[in-house]
C-alpha cells in the first residue's frame, strides 16, 4: 500500500462526513421551519353580522324609580328568624314549648332543623313553613333524658319558585326536659 494515498482517502473521508453531517443539519432546520409554520395559530377574528338596535322607546329611570327598584331588591333579600330560646319537655316523649315563626314579610318558606351541640345529633325538623305560619308546639324525633340540653336550630331558607335552598341561618336554644 502507498502511504501517499492515505492522507487523500482521509480527506476524502473527511469531506463525505461533512457534507452528510451538513445535510443532516440542513434536514433538520427544514423540518423546524415546517414544523413552526405548521402550528402558528393566527388570530381569528370573529365578526357578527348583528348590531345593537337603535333605541326606541326606552327612557333614563328617575332617582325614585331607581330608589324603589333597589329597596325590593334589599327587602328581597332580608330573612328574620323568630324562635323562642328555650323549648321546655315535660319528658322526653311529650309534645313541648318549641315556637319557631315563618313572618310574612320573609316571603321565603324555610325548614328549621334543630341538632344538639354535643353530639351534632338531629332532634327536632319542622318540614316547610310558609311565610306567615308558625309551630307553637312539637315533639322531638328522639328521647331525651331529663336536664337542659344546648342546640342549634338551623333555619334553611327555600326559594319558593324554584324550591332551592338558597341559604341557611342559625340560632341557639336550650331544650329542657324536666322529668
Given at each position: ?23 443532516l ?27 345593537l ?8 329611570m ?34 313541648g ?5 315563618n ?16 353530639n351534632n ?21 328522639k ?22 335552598k ?14
Open positions: 500500500m502507498d502511504k501517499t494515498n492515505q492522507p487523500t482517502e482521509e480527506k476524502k473521508k473527511k469531506k463525505r462526513l461533512l457534507i452528510l453531517l451538513l445535510l443539519l440542513l434536514a433538520v432546520a427544514a423540518g423546524g421551519v415546517y414544523y413552526y409554520y405548521s402550528t402558528k395559530t393566527e388570530p381569528v377574528q370573529v365578526v357578527s353580522g348583528e348590531y338596535p337603535e333605541t326606541k322607546g326606552a327612557k333614563k328617575s332617582d325614585k324609580e331607581v330608589k324603589e327598584a333597589e329597596q325590593k331588591a334589599v327587602d328581597a333579600s332580608k330573612f328574620n328568624m323568630v324562635i323562642k330560646s328555650e323549648a321546655v319537655f315535660e319528658n322526653g316523649n311529650s309534645e314549648s318549641l315556637y319557631i315563626q313572618p310574612v314579610e320573609n316571603g321565603y318558606p324555610i325548614n328549621v332543623v334543630i341538632r344538639l351541640d354535643s345529633e338531629q332532634i327536632y325538623s319542622s318540614g316547610a313553613i310558609q311565610p306567615g305560619y308558625e309551630i307553637n308546639g312539637a315533639k322531638l324525633e328521647t331525651l333524658a331529663q336536664g337542659d340540653h344546648p342546640a342549634t336550630a338551623t333555619f334553611e331558607i327555600y326559594d319558593s319558585k324554584t324550591k332551592t338558597r341559604g341557611q341561618v342559625q340560632a341557639g336554644i336550650t331544650i329542657r326536659v324536666n322529668n
